[in-house]
């Protein structure tokens, strides 16, 4: 990586941590402030979409976020013994730019890093171990897939570059009304290719060989997004930069980023499930009408209403994951989209391990294996097995070994039945079991990716995951959202859809 692309994101950050930088009070010309805006949802998306709201429309509008749930959406914890463990979401890359700003705003800490090692498990044996050397993991690696691994290194870092222009653009105040439009605004025609063809389709096109992705490529897809490398290019890229060194997390659980936002913007959390929105005409002032949006919710006191001037929606509008039905719009908005989301499930096992169910000849003392990624092959019933420290690491704290009794996360297409859990553990002495719709089946080419915007000042955030579901791609959303509506709103169209402009900007960098 050179010096010019390492001091041109460090200007990126600085730049975003000066984000909402813009003051009305320098525009007058722009058109009064709606006065009231809903987010629907309080996952990282919606949490992070009202801060950013706050930040473009200013300390008089009211901002409603509704939950039904836990907020923090699929980041989740789960209290096992005297520690809390992370569910779901846990791990966010160095160059996620918008996660390491909040946790700066915030006045967040990362979680200690604690070293941990991998294997790859193709269900009856372990193909790859990594040793406690460095130089022993690059000759065992260079041996049996020769430049493969470090190239995959280098694609990934080309992609990633192009995706670090969104930064750039969010800092100038830049906006995309699709997702097509925000994934070219970064890669250009390349990104929408990778985004409608497989990860095998592109890695082979670059020269990768068919045994490196089995054996490499599809265990990392298949512990990020539980599928095969025949998901979409985009995603897939995504889903290898979580392979790179210096991933973290956030002290006391990635959940206390949303808690954390909501306080900041101060938005009035809502605990109710939205069941329908519809268009509402109303007089005003002036002698005209205005239109607004009308949420009907149910909470703990039953069933209510009120009227929004901008709504955001930001939970998956897909069969499983949303009943929200809408009226009175033209054309009609649907209530679920094609295509439906990948289950996942997440099983906490504080038990004795069981080496022998992976094939090692070692003993439970001397296995030091923190994380066991598995091959797509037939043996293979679970998707990865791994050794996981509590989300706040207390002075002092040692990863167990594996002779002794620890926390366990295993991901796995299906509920793990008690003969699955017997062949996996000696002993356990409590489960805890998540069942996720976590992020799509990406099956590409997926032509039909849902709008940013479902109608006039209606937003739909969730669209965004069908190019590549990360919490830094909720945050990138949200941003973008809330520029969209800020601009929309004003009718500032100068600010949306811009193409190219990354070498504009740079020179204003």
């Known amino acids: 990586m050179s010096v010019k692309t390492l001091s041109l994101r460090a200007l990126l950050f600085l730049g975003i941590c000066q984000?909402?930088?813009?003051?009305?009070?320098?525009?007058?010309?722009?058109?009064?402030?709606?006065?009231?805006?809903?987010?629907?949802?309080?996952?990282?998306?919606?949490?992070?979409?009202?801060?950013?709201?706050?930040?473009?429309?200013?300390?008089?509008?009211?901002?409603?976020?509704?939950?039904?749930?836990?907020?923090?959406?699929r980041l989740a914890t789960v209290k096992i013994g005297d520690y809390e463990f992370e569910t779901g979401g846990s791990v966010i890359h160095?160059?996620?730019?918008?996660?390491?700003?909040?946790?700066?705003?915030?006045?967040?800490?990362?979680?200690?890093?604690?070293?941990?090692?991998?294997?790859?498990?193709?269900g009856k044996e372990l193909t790859f171990e990594e040793s406690d050397w460095f130089i022993v993991n690059i000759l065992r690696l260079l041996w049996r897939y020769g430049l493969n691994f470090l190239r995959m290194h280098m694609w990934v870092e080309s992609v990633l570059d192009k995706f670090m222009r969104i930064y750039q653009y969010q800092q100038f105040g830049y906006s995309f009304s699709n997702v097509e439009k925000l994934l070219h605004a970064m890669g250009g025609d390349g990104f929408l290719t990778l985004a409608n063809q497989t990860l095998e389709e592109a890695m082979l096109g670059e020269g990768f060989s068919q045994i490196f992705l089995n054996d490499i490529v599809a265990p990392i897809t298949r512990v990020n997004y539980g599928q095969s490398v025949r998901i979409n290019g985009f995603v897939g890229a995504v889903s290898l930069a979580g392979a790179d060194p210096g991933l973290w997390a956030v002290d006391g659980g990635n959940k206390r980023v949303c808690l954390g936002l909501l306080y900041n913007c101060k938005a009035e959390l809502i605990p109710a499930r939205v069941t329908s929105i519809s268009v509402k005409v109303r007089p005003s002032k002036s002698g005209t009408t205005a239109s607004f949006y009308e949420i009907n919710y149910v909470g703990e006191s039953g069933s209510a209403h009120s009227l929004y001037d901008i709504v955001i929606i930001a939970t998956p509008l897909h069969l499983g994951k949303s009943d929200i039905s809408f009226s009175g719009f033209s054309p009609p908005i649907p209530s679920h989209y094609p295509g439906r989301y990948h289950q996942t499930v997440s099983t906490l096992v504080?038990?004795?391990?069981n080496v022998s169910y992976l094939g090692t000849s070692e003993r439970a003392s001397e296995f030091t294996v923190s994380d066991v990624l598995t091959t797509d092959s037939k043996d293979s019933v679970i998707n990865s097995l791994s050794s996981i420290d509590p989300v706040h690491i207390p002075p002092g704290y040692a990863r167990p070994p594996a002779s002794?009794?620890?926390?366990?996360?295993?991901?796995?297409?299906?509920?793990?039945?008690?003969e699955q859990l017997r062949h996996m553990f000696l002993s356990w002495d409590s489960v805890s079991e998540t069942q996720w719709?976590?992020?799509?089946?990406?099956?590409?080419?997926?032509?039909?990716?849902?709008?940013?915007?479902?109608?006039?000042?209606?937003?739909?955030?969730?669209?965004?995951?069908?190019?590549?579901?990360?919490?830094?791609?909720?945050?990138?959303?949200?941003?973008?959202l809330a520029l969209l509506a800020h601009h929309r709103w004003h009718s500032l169209g100068a600010k949306i859809d811009q193409e190219d402009l990354h070498t504009r900007l740079r020179g204003e960098l």
């Open 19 to 73: 984000t909402g930088r813009r003051s009305l009070a320098s525009a007058p010309e722009l058109r009064d402030q709606p006065k009231r805006i809903a987010v629907v949802g309080a996952g990282i998306g919606g949490t992070a979409t009202a801060f950013f709201l706050r930040q473009e429309f200013g300390t008089g509008v009211k901002i409603d976020v509704f939950e039904p749930g836990t907020v923090g959406g």
């Open 404 to 418: 002794q009794t620890k926390v366990w996360k295993v991901f796995s297409p299906q509920p793990l039945t008690q």
């Open 94 to 122: 160095p160059l996620n730019l918008h996660m390491k700003h909040f946790i700066d705003k915030l006045g967040i800490s990362q979680r200690k890093d604690v070293p941990s090692k991998m294997a790859i498990f193709d």
């Open 350 to 353: 504080h038990g004795l391990l």
């Open 437 to 480: 719709l976590a992020y799509p089946a990406y099956r590409p080419p997926h032509r039909r990716t849902p709008p940013f915007i479902l109608h006039d000042r209606l937003y739909y955030l969730s669209a965004v995951e069908w190019a590549a579901s990360a919490m830094e791609m909720s945050a990138i959303s949200a941003r973008n």
